[in-house]
C-alpha cells in the first residue's frame, strides 16, 4: 500500500458502488487506502427480485441485514477491504424517502445528533487519517435525507477532526474535500444512448431530475476506465437494489442509466491540483472542453 488515503462517506448499501465505484476500484488497485464509510443499512429500500420481496421494512423488515452481505460482495468486487458502518453496524436506521413517515421513526440517521453521528466519522479520521475526504452536496446528491445528512455528518467531521479540543485522539487536517457530481451533458448522452440502446430499460427524462451540475461546476475528472467490469460486478452484487444489463443498470423504477467509468467530482475544500497534461476533456462528451485535475490526491504534498 502507497501512503495515499482515501475516506469516502455514502449512505446507503449500493451508493458506493453507483457513486464512485470505478473511483474506489482504481485507487485500490493501484494500493491507495480506501476506507468506505456506510451510514445505515439501507432498510428502507425497495427490492427488485420478487422472490426477495419479503425482505422489505413492511413485511419481514429483513433487508438491511441482507443489504450487510451485499455491500461485502460489492467491496470484494472493488478491491475494498476496509469498510465501516458509522457507529457500528444498525447504530443508525435508513429513514426512508423525504416525507414519509419513516423519516420520524426513532434511530433514523436523518435525526441523528449531528456531533454525535460526526464524533463517530472523527474517530475513523483520526484512525485512518485520509488526505481525501469525498461524499455528496448540500441536497445529498438527489434530495434523499439519509444523504443530506451524510453531508451534514461529514462535513462537520472535517471540521471537527482538526480541532485538538475535540474529541479524544491525534488531531488530523484532511487536505482535500470533494462532493460527488454528475455532469449534466454525461446525463443527456446517456439517456440518448439508453433510448437507442435496445435494452429492456426505459431513457431517462434528464431535465426533470433532482440532480447534475453544469459542466463548469466539475472541477475533478477521475478516468477509471480500465475498472468498469469491476464496477458492473459490484453493481451486481447489490440484486435487490440494481438490476444490470450491462453496460446500462436500473433501479426499481426500470429506469435506465449507463454504468459510468469516467467519474465527477467537486473540490469543496482544499487546493486544486495542477489540470492533467493531456489535452483539453469535454465533459461528458458534450458541450465546451474544460481542462481538469485527474487524481483526487493532485497537489498534495
Not at 11 to 24: F, K, L, S, V, Y
Not at 73 to 87: E, K, M, N, P, Y
Not at 166 to 183: D, H, L
Request: proline fraction near 5%.
Amino acid at each position: 500500500m502507497n501512503d495515499r488515503r482515501l475516506l469516502l462517506v455514502h449512505a446507503h448499501p449500493d451508493d458506493e458502488t453507483i457513486g464512485t465505484g470505478a473511483t474506489m476500484a482504481k485507487y485500490a488497485a493501484e494500493g491507495a487506502g480506501v476506507t468506505l464509510v456506510t451510514c445505515t443499512l439501507g432498510d428502507e429500500g425497495e427490492v427488485i427480485p420478487p422472490e426477495l420481496a419479503h425482505l422489505t421494512s413492511d413485511r419481514d423488515d429483513t433487508l438491511g441485514a441482507h443489504r450487510v452481505g451485499e455491500l461485502a460482495a460489492a467491496c470484494a468486487a472493488l478491491g475494498v477491504t476496509d469498510h465501516r458502518f458509522l457507529g457500528g453496524q444498525g447504530r443508525w436506521r435508513d429513514s426512508g424517502m423525504m416525507g414519509v413517515a419513516s423519516n420520524d421513526r426513532p434511530g433514523v440517521f436523518w435525526r441523528a445528533d449531528l456531533d454525535e453521528a460526526a464524533g463517530e466519522l472523527v474517530r475513523i479520521i483520526r484512525e485512518v487519517r485520509p488526505q481525501v475526504l469525498v461524499t455528496y452536496d448540500e441536497n445529498g446528491f438527489y434530495g434523499h435525507p439519509d444523504h443530506i445528512q451524510a453531508h451534514r455528518v461529514a462535513t462537520r467531521a472535517f471540521e471537527l477532526a482538526a480541532d485538538p479540543a475535540f474529541g479524544e485522539g491525534e488531531p488530523w487536517r484532511i487536505a482535500k474535500f470533494y462532493v460527488t457530481a454528475v455532469a449534466r451533458s454525461t446525463m443527456r448522452r446517456g439517456a440518448q444512448a439508453v433510448a437507442g440502446s435496445g435494452t429492456r430499460f426505459s431513457p431517462e427524462q434528464v431535465d426533470d431530475l433532482p440532480y447534475g451540475c453544469a459542466d463548469e461546476d466539475v472541477t475533478t475528472e477521475i478516468d477509471a476506465r480500465a475498472h468498469l467490469d469491476a464496477k458492473i460486478a459490484a453493481m451486481r452484487a447489490h440484486a435487490t437494489q440494481i438490476s444490470v444489463e450491462a453496460p446500462w443498470y436500473a433501479l426499481s423504477n426500470d429506469v435506465g442509466q449507463e454504468v459510468l467509468a469516467v467519474e465527477h467530482y467537486i473540490l469543496r475544500s482544499g487546493v486544486l491540483g495542477p489540470p492533467a497534461p493531456s489535452a483539453p476533456v469535454e465533459v461528458g462528451g458534450l458541450g465546451e472542453p474544460y481542462k481538469l485535475e485527474d487524481d483526487l490526491f493532485a497537489g498534495i504534498d
